[in-house]
């Protein structure tokens, strides 16, 4: 057996599940080894210190279980956070250590997609506050207009199982509102935040049918293909036993409760103590 090498998984809390879920659909051989810091999720309405402070504590856990490769399977901590990790903390964490985020393989397809130059971002506060969507898309496409809708009630939904019932709705519909009223021509809708997957058939009932509802999964699990791909050193480095592990920074219990719903499967996790 390989040692083990298994790629490491992270989001605030259960969102990143709806992210790996796509990418061992794409790529079931690899090991995978997943981290939720639920314990101080939500990071949306944190500080660029904090977000960065907690997402680097959880990636250097990453290396220490063996991990070559950590993707930030959250838009608020790759907004907040991966640049810095990347530029100032990788160089002395090992030559052959990497870390990648959800945002640039979503920024790099997008503007490919829309038709009339228009795309919508839903996401956290954080994500919308740190602008990286409209900069990353315009270095990409620059012609195409961005408009950013933050949903700070959409996460507190789904991680409080209220996303299906008609509260839920009201918040959809507030927020769809805003956007669609400046917006007017959007006609690619992305979903910025890895928990709003899961309230998709609800968003889908209140977006006009032109408009194409995006989610990141599918995105990034065919990037990381292809980065694997173009970097065979790293693939060759990641083992491939085909192992799950989870892990959650808050109660085990709730984790695997709630973490079937994300992940579309049973999850038994471990508790981690961390900070
Ligand atoms: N899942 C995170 C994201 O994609 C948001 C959850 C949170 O606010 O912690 O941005």
């Not at 602008?131 to 409080?160: D, H, R, T």
């Not at 992305?190 to 999964?217: F, N």
Request: aromatic residues 10%.
């Amino acid at each position: 057996m390989q040692k083990a090498n298994p790629i490491g998984v992270f989001d605030s809390g259960y969102g990143g599940l709806s992210v790996l879920k796509e990418i061992i659909g794409k790529l079931p051989g690899y090991d995978y080894i997943y981290l939720g810091d639920n314990a101080r999720a939500p990071y949306g309405n944190r500080s660029f210190d904090t977000v960065y402070e907690y997402t680097l504590q959880c990636v250097r856990w990453f290396f220490d279980q063996g991990c070559s490769l950590v993707i930030l399977a959250c838009n608020t901590a790759s907004a907040k956070a991966l640049r810095t990790i990347q530029q100032r903390d990788l160089p002395g964490l090992g030559a052959e250590k990497r870390v990648l985020g959800v945002i640039r393989p979503t920024t790099e397809l997008i503007g490919s997609l829309t038709e009339t130059g228009s795309v919508g971002i839903l996401a956290t506060n954080g994500t919308v506050a740190s602008n990286s969507y409209p900069v990353e898309i315009a270095k990409f496409y620059p012609g195409v207009k961005v408009y950013q809708e933050a949903c700070p009630m959409w996460v507190p939904l789904v991680e409080n199982d209220e996303y299906d019932n008609a509260g839920a709705d009201f918040f959809i519909r507030k927020n769809l509102h805003n956007i669609f009223t400046v917006g007017k021509q959007i006609d690619v809708l992305l979903m910025a935040c890895t928990h709003y997957p899961l309230m998709k058939d609800r968003i889908r009932e209140h977006v006009p049918v032109q408009v194409r509802l995006l989610s990141q999964g599918e995105i990034v699990a065919e990037s990381l293909d292809d980065y694997l791909m173009r970097h065979p050193e790293m693939a060759a480095l990641c083992s491939k036993n085909g192992t799950r592990e989870f892990y959650t920074t808050d109660s085990t219990t709730d984790f695997d409760n709630h973490a079937t719903r994300f992940f579309g499967g049973p999850v038994k996790s471990h508790h981690l103590q961390i900070g």
